[in-house]
C-alpha cells in the first residue's frame, strides 16, 4: 500500500497512541512508528480503561487499538471516545482477520483496520493517511470481505472440523491423534489441508481464528 502523506514537517509530528495488552507487542509497534517519519508515540495503554484515561490526557491525533483487551475490546475503547467527545482518529490493529470484528469497527468509527502481520511501512503509511482525515474501512470493504469468505471452515470435512475444535482446546498434534483414534500423520494431513482450505499459513493461525470466534459466540450470547 502506498498513500500520499498530507502532513509535513512544518505542522509538527503525528501524535499517536498504542492501546495493546501484550507489552512485548505494544513496544515493538511503538519503535516502528517512532521510527517513522514524522510520527511520535506519545501514550501506551494496555486496557479500555488506561486507554481512556491516556487519551484524554494528551489528545493523539491517531490511536492504534488492539482487537483483544483484558476489559473490553478495542470497538468498545472506540465507542467510549467518541461518546466522550474525542477527536483521535482510530485504526484498529489486530491479529484477527474477522469480518464481524471489521464491520462492527466500520460502525463505531474505526477509520481503518490492519493486522499485525503488515509491514511496518504499510503501519506508517495508513497512519499518515488517516492523520490527514481518509478513512481506509467501507461499507464496500465490508461487504466485498463477506461475499468472499462468510465462513472460513465451510469446505471442511467433519473430521476436520473436529481438528480446528480440538487445536482450540490447545492440544498438540500427538494429543489429537489419541482423542481421534488416528495416526498422527493422519492428524498432519488433516491440518495441511484445513490450512489450505482456510487460507491459513499456519497452526497458530488456526488457534487464533478459533479463539475469536469463541469470544464472538460469548459476546452474541451475552446481548
Known sequence: MSLMRATTESSGPITVMIVDDHEVVRRGIAEVVDRSENLNVVA???SVAE???????VQPQVILVDLQLPDGTGIDLIRQLKAAGATSRPIILTSFDDDRALAEALDAGA???LLKSVR???ISDVIHAVAAGRVLLDERTVTRRRA????PTADLTPSELRVVDLIAEGLSNREIAERLSVAEK???NHITSLLAKMGLQRRTQVAAWAAGRKNREWSSEGR
Do not use: F, I, Q, S
Open 44 to 46: 501506551e495503554a494496555g
Open 51 to 57: 486507554g481512556l484515561r491516556r487519551a484524554a490526557l
Open 111 to 113: 477509520a481503518a483496520y
Open 120 to 122: 511496518g511501512a504499510e
Open 148 to 151: 468472499e469468505h462468510e465462513d
Open 186 to 188: 493422519t492428524v498432519k
